[in-house]
């Protein structure tokens, strides 16, 4: 089997691999348990200019990526079964749950935008799935575009050292997390709870458990209605 593949649509392809060629992520993409090819779309450009953009159809301010650029360059790469996605503040938001389920697929070919985004036509004419990380707006879908890969990749075998550590932590089981502790057993006048020192293992899943609920209830009560009814994360 192939291992998991992203290509990243960009104008500014010096940006990759950037912070996903460090650490855990780094390694995993040394080893080939993961693959990142990055195109600059700039290269479909058009004329001496290779121009990308043009002004907004209907007047106003900032430019438009042009359909037939961004068709060319999307028309370029081999899908190989891979879901097709424009990173983009009006689409759907990003959950842990597709993340893990492109986690588990042949990986993901990613158009990033620029300027005030890109012509609607080529969203409808090739069918792309519109990812949003959050409500608020970045200057550009790279970032984005990493954020997703990034949640992505982690969850790929033998990527992190600990698997447990991915079945526990926030949102897996459409929880937060507990909260962590580490030495020094003392800190500023602030000791580690009491229960996590006394070596029963029942006791402190017990406890994590209430934590993780409270601050779930507390924080996001969004996520807690959706548990109260019984929907996956
Ligand atoms: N005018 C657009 C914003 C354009 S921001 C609007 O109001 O909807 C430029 C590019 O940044 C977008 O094309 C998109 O690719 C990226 N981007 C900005 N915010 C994003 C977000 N929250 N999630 C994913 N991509 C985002």
Redesign the pocket.
């Known amino acids: 089997m192939n291992a998991w593949s992203a290509t990243v649509l960009t104008l500014f392809p010096e940006m990759f691999p950037g912070p996903l060629g460090i650490s855990l992520l780094g390694k995993a993409l040394e080893k080939n348990l993961w693959s990142l090819d990055v195109r600059d779309i700039r290269q479909h450009g058009l004329g001496k200019h290779r121009t990308v953009d043009d002004t907004p159809a209907g007047g106003g301010p900032?430019m438009v990526?042009r359909a037939d650029v961004a068709a060319a360059a999307i028309d370029a790469v081999e899908r190989q079964g891979r879901p097709l996605i424009?990173?983009?503040?009006?689409?759907t938001p990003?959950t842990q749950g597709r993340t893990r389920a492109l986690s588990e697929g042949p990986g993901a070919v990613l158009?990033?935008?620029?300027?005030?985004?890109?012509d609607q036509r080529v969203i409808e004419a090739r069918q792309i799935e519109e990812?949003?990380?959050?409500?608020?707006?970045?200057?550009?879908?790279?970032?984005?575009?990493m954020a997703l890969i990034e949640a992505a990749v982690r969850l790929l075998p033998g990527v992190l050292g600990d698997a447990a550590s991915i079945e526990e932590e926030s949102f897996s089981s459409g929880l937060l997390e507990y909260p962590h502790y580490t030495r020094p057993q003392s800190f500023e006048g602030r000791t580690i709870p009491e229960v996590l020192n006394n070596g029963n293992h029942k006791e402190i899943a017990r406890w994590r458990r209430a934590q993780a609920e409270h601050l779930t209830s507390e924080r996001r009560p969004d996520l807690w209605a959706n548990r109260q009814k019984g929907q996956k994360p």
Do not use: K, N, Q, T
């Open positions: 900032g990526m424009y990173l983009s503040p009006r689409g990003l158009f990033c935008g620029r300027f005030e985004g890109l990812i949003s990380i959050g409500d608020f707006v970045l200057a550009g879908g790279e970032i984005a575009a």
